[in-house]
């Protein structure tokens, strides 16, 4: 069981600047996550995928946002225009189907300067 | 729609003493509750869970945890921690009406001091 794996760990760049985040889940899981985590706050759910289809989107996913997971295994996570605000760190979880647990990876923290 | 209130932003506690890191959670239908670990810079890994069946749930590392319905509480408890236990602590709900995603809590920084 090699977990849940993101890359990159860190990322640094500049307001208006484009970035993009992987997520490979654990093989057998069909759920993939997306969660973000401003400093001293707990995740806040952005969206989540069964096997490729795109299930739900949070409000807090602006049009700045896309998400993909074409084959229905790893998952990206792309932010446009890149704004300060955007400035936390993502967080992608798996599962099974419900109501099983939610498996996190190590996360990916951006800043954004 | 759930929600989850950790009612203690910190908790500075002395090693080998016992803790308890509380946890209230509103919802209209069944749930399932959920207390994550996180050390710094780090993901969240899974203390334990409270799927269904008994309200008593142990998990790793010494943990237990009750879910008490009447109370909508999920209170996180070890009655003996350690200086490794220091971390941020969410407790999450799910419901299957919701689509599998967790909703978290803001965390309970636990301190441990030897």
């Known amino acids: 069981d090699t977990g849940v794996s993101q890359d990159p760990r860190h990322k640094i760049t500049k307001r208006g600047q484009n970035v993009t985040f992987r997520c490979d889940p654990i093989?057998?899981?069909?759920?993939l996550y997306w969660y973000r985590q401003t400093l001293g706050q707990g995740p806040e759910f952005l969206t989540y995928?069964?096997?490729?289809?795109?299930?739900?989107k949070s409000r807090l996913l602006s049009d700045r946002f896309s998400a993909e997971r074409p084959k229905g295994s790893f998952s990206t996570l792309e932010i446009q225009r890149t704004e300060q605000g955007d400035s936390a760190m993502y967080l992608c979880?798996?599962?099974?189907?419900?109501?099983?647990?939610?498996?996190f990876g190590p996360g990916t923290r951006l800043l954004v300067l | 729609a759930q929600s989850v209130t950790q009612l203690d932003s910190q908790v500075p506690v002395f090693e080998e003493a016992p803790v308890e890191l509380r946890c209230n959670y509103s919802?209209?239908?069944?749930?399932?509750l959920f207390w994550y670990v996180q050390y710094p810079n780090q993901g969240l890994q899974l203390l334990l869970k409270?799927?269904?069946?008994?309200?008593l749930v142990k998990g790793i590392n010494g943990f237990e945890a009750e879910f008490n319905k009447s109370q909508t509480s999920f209170h996180l408890r070890k009655p003996s921690v350690h200086i490794s236990d220091t971390a941020e602590y969410f407790c999450a709900v799910g419901a299957n009406n919701q689509g599998g995603k967790l909703i978290f809590g803001q965390g309970t920084e636990l301190s441990v001091k030897p």
């Open positions: 409270y799927l269904s069946g008994s309200t």
């Open positions: 995928f069964q096997n490729e289809a795109q299930l739900e």
């Open positions: 919802s209209s239908v069944s749930v399932y």
């Open positions: 093989s057998e899981h069909n759920r």
């Open positions: 979880a798996s599962s099974r189907p419900l109501p099983e647990t939610q498996y």
